[in-house]
Each structure stands twice: as structure tokens, then as C-alpha cells.
């Protein structure tokens, strides 16, 4: 891999990581860039290569992490909504479970649920397909974007088990 590349990418993972360290004190509004370049200790010029904003900051992380779990799992568009595929996807959020309290702090959660529609529809060949057919994926991101938001919110009392039982079982009310 190119070295300018990885340097770039370890610019880039240390202002989001540093970003979330920020937002366990204070709001987004309130953290400065000037904040975050010295929290991250890189130049003030080094974000504004990579980032206009704070929230693509975010939307870069988010789709890190998206990214990251289709090279652990690849996406099955026949059985996306298969228990062993949405147990897994539990257990990975599970993993960032303070970063995404910190969003749905901060009202972001719609990041959350924008990124997880855009993985979806890339990592299959939805593009493509009528309107009609998206729906039901459209359909599965939201509502396990809501159980992920009451879950965490509620402070991941269930185990990933249960949890995933409790998704399964909210699709049949």
C-alpha cells in the first residue's frame, strides 16, 4: 500500500478517534477544530485535507466501521435478515457501543441510519433494481436501527442473544 495512503488513513482514524474522546465532555457545536487537530495532534491543515466538517468526520468513521464489518462478513442480499447474519451484526455494534451512545447523544443517530442504508444498498445491487424491491432492505436497516438505538440507549442490558431474539420477534407484531 502506498505510504502517503497509510499516513493519510492515520490522520484521518486519529481525528475521528480523537473526535469521540471530545464528545464524551462535551457537544459537538462546542469542540472547536482547533480542539480536535491539538486532541488528535495533527496540523490544522491535515482535517481540512481530509474533512470540511465535524460530521464528515463522523460519516467517515461510520463508514470505516461499515466498511470494516463487509470485509468480516460479505453481504448476502438473499439472506441479509438471516438470525446468524443479524446476531453478528449485534456483536459488532456491540463493539462500538460508547461511540454510538455519543452520536444518539448528540442527535445523530440519522448518520447511523444514512450510512447503514448506504451499505446496504451498495453491498448489494439494489442500485439497479425498481423502487418496489428496495423497500423490504430499506425496511430491515430501520428496524435494526431502532432496536441498536433503544438497546444501547436503554444500556445493552440484554445479551446479543436476546437481543437479537427481541428483533426477530418485533417482526411479526
Same mark, same amino acid.
Not at 495533527?42 to 460530521?55: D, I, L, M, Q
Given at each position: 500500500m502506498d505510504k502517503r495512503y497509510e499516513l493519510n488513513l492515520e490522520v484521518k482514524n486519529s481525528i475521528a478517534k480523537a473526535l469521540f474522546l471530545l464528545l464524551e465532555n462535551k457537544s459537538l457545536p462546542s469542540i472547536t477544530i482547533t480542539e480536535l487537530v491539538h486532541k488528535a495532534g495533527?496540523? %490544522?491543515?491535515?482535517?481540512? %485535507?481530509?474533512? /470540511?466538517? /465535524?460530521?464528515d468526520v463522523i460519516s467517515y468513521f461510520l463508514l470505516t466501521l461499515l466498511n470494516k464489518y463487509k470485509e468480516k462478513y460479505s453481504a448476502d442480499l438473499a439472506h441479509i435478515a438471516r438470525y446468524d447474519n443479524v446476531l453478528r451484526t449485534f456483536q459488532y455494534v456491540l463493539q462500538y457501543e460508547k461511540e454510538f451512545l455519543l452520536l444518539f447523544k448528540e442527535k445523530l443517530g440519522q448518520m447511523l441510519l444514512d450510512a447503514m442504508n448506504t451499505y446496504i444498498i451498495d453491498s448489494t445491487d439494489l442500485k439497479k433494481e425498481k423502487q418496489l424491491y428496495k423497500y423490504p432492505f430499506y425496511s430491515y436497516a430501520g428496524a435494526l436501527y431502532n432496536v441498536i438505538y433503544y438497546w444501547i440507549t436503554s444500556g445493552c442490558k440484554e445479551t446479543i442473544e436476546q437481543i437479537t431474539q427481541a428483533y426477530f420477534s418485533s417482526l411479526h407484531l
Open positions: 495533527v496540523a %490544522r491543515a491535515s482535517f481540512y %485535507r481530509n474533512f /470540511k466538517t /465535524k460530521e
